[in-house]
Nanobody, 118 residues
Framework: QVQLVESGGGLVQPGGSLRLSCAAS????????VGWYRQAPGMQRELVAI???????NYEDFVKGRFTISRDNARDTVYLQMNGLQPEDTAVYYC????????????WGQGTQVTVSS
C-alpha cells in the first residue's frame, strides 16, 4: 500500500513558476512509475509527465520545455517543476504511482489546485 500526498499548488500569474511535490509513504517507492496528471473543470483527467523507476521521463507535448519531472527515492518524493505557466495550465494536479510489475498496485493522491491568472 502506498499513500500519496501532493503539495505545492497555488495561485500564480501567467509566466510564473510552481514546484509540485508528491510525497509517498509505504514500501518500495523506488519500484513505482510515478505520473503527474491534471484535470481542468469539465475536462477529462490527462497525463502531464511520467518518470519510471529507472529515471526515464516522458512528457506530453503541451508541457515539453516548460515542465520537469524528477524523483528523489531517498525521500520517496516526486517533483514537478512548472515554468512558464499559462492560464490553460489551470487544473487540479494529481500524482499517480503504479508498480512497474504489479499493475494492481496503482495509487492516486488527493490532488493540488494550480490556478494561473492575472
Amino acid at each position: 500500500q502506498v499513500q500519496l500526498v501532493e503539495s505545492g499548488g497555488g495561485l500564480v500569474q501567467p509566466g510564473g513558476s510552481l514546484r509540485l511535490s508528491c510525497a509517498a509513504s509505504g514500501s518500495a517507492f523506488g519500484l513505482y512509475a510515478v505520473g503527474w496528471y491534471r484535470q481542468a473543470p469539465g475536462m477529462q483527467r490527462e497525463l502531464v509527465a511520467i518518470i519510471d523507476p529507472d529515471g526515464t521521463t516522458n512528457y506530453e507535448d503541451f508541457v515539453k520545455g516548460r515542465f520537469t519531472i524528477s524523483r528523489d527515492n531517498a525521500r520517496d518524493t516526486v517533483y514537478l517543476q512548472m515554468n512558464g505557466l499559462q492560464p490553460e495550465d489551470t487544473a487540479v494536479y494529481y500524482c499517480n504511482a503504479k508498480h512497474f510489475m504489479i499493475g494492481s498496485r496503482n495509487y492516486w493522491g488527493q490532488g493540488t489546485q494550480v490556478t494561473v491568472s492575472s
